[in-house]
């Protein structure tokens, strides 16, 4: 038995006594000599083949017990744990070794575990759901992405580029008469009106003819680069090419050709009928993250700053990973936002706060519920995740265990506890009497009218 104690002596703290047999730390000794001896050198014998013995009679009996201790410890740790039906939410600390000999080894250790909370009153949880509606605009500005998708470029001979046409350009950018790093580019297609350049330099390329060279002159904004912010710039230009897209004919052949209908009509209905659905999912989950930062407020009890830290430090290195694939490294990323890892984790603090706070809670509702997973339900998550992973079903159970799965799939359905039982509020009704709005009226009247100064209105909008 590895665990022979467990106390709990702090806030989500319990300070475990452990023991290491004679017979597991022998083993771990041995191993230990057997990938060390390579590296020890003893008289009379050719390197690496001095018997254990005399290694430990020349370096001490205990020259071993260091490394393996390091390599015992974590299957004693993993047992006694499991034993004391705890759950660690840190790494153990604060160790204690009491003694380490051929017998065994007896430690004490702190670890932190995870909370006991209360949740109350998680059924009826109410937030506002935006109500859905499609405008005739809205529809009308879908279909015209379609129309612009299926564009021809056509080029242009007999007329200046205007805003919106695709032109081609060699540029080249000078600041003080001298020309900038990444200032050059040659046979560049820019489209007038994308706002790909810095402000007020394709408003000026419009109104050019092909082969005009001219110049382009512009102020770098404030928050550019260091060595460019608020200079002023000049850039040499050539038009080489005037391109503009040349939109279908909005017709019944081009429903037939873009979709499965055969009218404008039907298309647009469809268009319709799509841009509703996603409204209304968007709808659901603003709705829903609402509920669930109602929840993380119905979390009582103290929960380790650990949790949180970690979280926090979880999320970062996800984040990493997105912008790694990207070509971005994180260190770039800080420094192109003027912000140390101290301000990056502050920034992801709050989110971190409610995610942990929501995974507790699920956590302890499931308790409440009496929610049961079967071995069906495991072994189909599984499947779900060794098809999304394009492995087998048994490399998934080997890296995941099927505890963890069985704690998701609890959460899951929590999860839909919550939802399923969550409520809409009613939106409130501004109406008022037409009483009430004269007597509003007429109080205004008596009032003397406030003066908008510009400074007021300045105020006003730097406040919004």
Sequence with gaps: MSLKSAEKTGTNEFTLEISIDAASFETAVNKVYNREKGKINVPGFRKG????????????????YDDALELAFPDAYTAAVAEAGITPVDQPRDFDIKSVS??????TCK????????????????????????????????FNSKLEANARISPVEDRASKMGDITVIDFEGFVDGVAFEGGKGEEYELTLGSGSFIPGFEEQVADKNIGEEFDVNVTFPTEYTPELAGKEAVFKCKLHAIKEKVLPVADDEFAKDVSEFDTIAELKADIEKTLKERKEQSAQRDFENAVFEKLADLVEGEIPEVMFENRVNDMINEFSYRLQSQGMSMEMYMQYLGMDMDALKENYRSAAEREVKISLALEKIADIEGIEVSAEEVDAEYAKMAEMYGVDAETVRKAID??????????????????DNAVVEKAKKK????????????EATEKPAKKTTKKAKKDEETAE
């Design 49 to 64: 083949k001095a018997p254990r013995a005399f290694i430990e009679k020349m370096y001490g009996e205990g020259v071993f």
């Design 111 to 142: 670890v932190t575990v995870k909370p006991e909370i209360k949740v109350e009153n998680y059924k009826g949880i109410s937030a506002p759901k935006a109500s859905v509606e499609v405008t005739a605009e809205e529809v009308e500005a879908e």
């Design 102 to 107: 051929k017998e065994g080894v007896e430690l």
């Design 402 to 419: 099927a505890a963890s799965v069985e704690a998701n799939l609890k959460s899951t359905k929590a999860n839909a506890v919550i939802t």
């Design 431 to 442: 109406a008022a009497s037409k009483k009430k709005a004269a007597e509003d009226g007429e």
